[in-house]
């Protein structure tokens, strides 16, 4: 009864929006809301040149750049109760220090200076560490016995895979702007890309950054490239990453907080989307009740997941499209005690192909500089929830205490995010018949356009530099 009831009422509110005027006021917040509307029952309505779906690092960024440079007016709707998507912090209650535990590093890119410079936020180049790896198969709580690392030959690796990329400059700027036909090579699996290049050296480091695809080896070569390619190498072969002075990365975010003000719903999810030539109506509901906005533009920074897309009056095009997206499951988080300070412990299968682990798996307890801290990633292919992620942390540090491979004894996990879904992907046979085509193809239609994960590499510096293209074209419709 209590959803018949819901339908209804939203029913009725589309039909309310249905007279709506379609013109925009104005960019004054006062002469964009029609907060008149609830003193007489009905519910406020707000217009915005553009609504965004989604407060994450795209969605804010997109709505301080529209919104401070562009002189356009936008309301974002975030489902959370903060902005900044994956970038996670942790404060330590014993020595009170930040820990980064989602976004770790940026890139050292005009764009992504002039974002931080805005704010007042300092970034420095990312420290060389010197802390050791301990190799630890977790699924046994033992050293591997199969497993022995040479750095010389991974340093040779990389170098050959560099080389390699260099004949796919298509994927160089992190984006899916793809040759038609396809680079075969982009299509093989990656174990198979391995094999032909001879760059299993080089394994162990690809896989600290491209372990969130889930089974790394049978995975379209395309995407551990769009998380370990050109441009990661690049950082690393020139220490050209930076992070923040403050060790803070939500700094960044509660700041544009502050200058989007009332602009940001937070809390508040589109129950349903109407798309049209002249625009879009979103009906939001809101801690506050239901909200109606008119928006002349849609930018949707949100993962097209099920979930999220249900609202929308999906196109044929879109959701043929849409429905072949997959993603894996991914939570990050900090422990407490359990493995030794000073010292990275590595998750290495003992016996999997290339000592590669097999989801689901914890990456590595990495040492945070805080003693008795270490951050994590759990990845699965199937369905997990956190407490299931929480747990099977704790269980594998209880192993690797048992076999005596680490004496440290119980340890706690202080906190732990999903990041669900990451790393969308779709089968190699898709992308050959031009899925990604397809998929770009949809921007600005219906007046609505896409960023996020999906559209380019996931780091949020690409993310940026993609998404001023993507407002570029926004903004050019809106002329």
Known sequence: MVRLLQALLIGALLQTTLALPKENKGHGDDDNNDNHGNHKGHPEIIRRDVCIIGGGATGTYAAVRLSQDMGKSVIVVEKTGRLGGHVDTYTDPVTHLPVDYGVLVYQNLPHVLSFFARFNIPLVPLPATQVPNLNIDFTTGKPPTSFSPDPAASATALQTLAGVLQQYPEIASGTYNLTNPVNADLLLPFGDFVAKYHIQAALPMIWMFANGVGDMLKTPSIYIFQNFGLIQLNNLFTGGYRITARHNNSELYSAAAALLGGN????????????????????????????????????????????????????????????????????????????????????????????????????????????????????????????????????????????????????????????????????????????????????????????????????????????????????????
Do not use: C
Not at 302 to 308: F, L, W, Y
Not at 359 to 375: A, E, K, N, R, W
Not at 426 to 445: E, H, M, R, S, W
């Open 264 to 479: 940001v719903l937070y809390n508040s999810v589109a129950v349903d989307i109407k798309r049209n030539n002249t625009g879009a109506r979103i009906v939001v509901q809101t801690p506050g009740g239901v909200k109606i906005i008119v928006a002349k533009k849609l930018l949707i920074t949100a993962p097209p997941t099920n979930d999220n897309l249900k609202p929308l009056d999906l196109t044929d095009a879109e959701e043929h499209v849409f429905k072949q997206f997959t993603g894996a499951n991914y939570f990050t988080g900090v422990l407490r005690s359990g493995v030794p300070d000073n010292t990275n412990v590595v998750n290495v299968g003992n016996n999997t192909a290339l000592n590669i682990p097999l989801p689901p798996f914890v990456d590595q307890f990495s040492f945070t500089g805080i003693p008795g801290l270490h951050s994590f990633h759990v990845v699965s292919t199937s369905p997990m929830s956190a407490p299931q992620a929480s747990a099977k942390v704790v269980q594998e540090v209880a192993r690797m205490n048992a076999q005596g491979s680490v004496k440290v004894g119980p340890s706690t996990v202080e906190t732990i995010t999903s990041h669900t879904p990451v790393r969308m992907q779709v089968p190699g046979t898709a992308i050959k018949n031009g899925f990604y085509l397809d998929l770009y193809a949809l921007q600005g239609k219906q007046n609505t356009f896409w960023t996020g994960h999906a559209w380019a590499m996931d780091e949020s510096s690409i993310l940026w530099a993609f998404t001023e293209g993507v407002m570029a074209q926004l903004v050019a419709t809106l002329a």
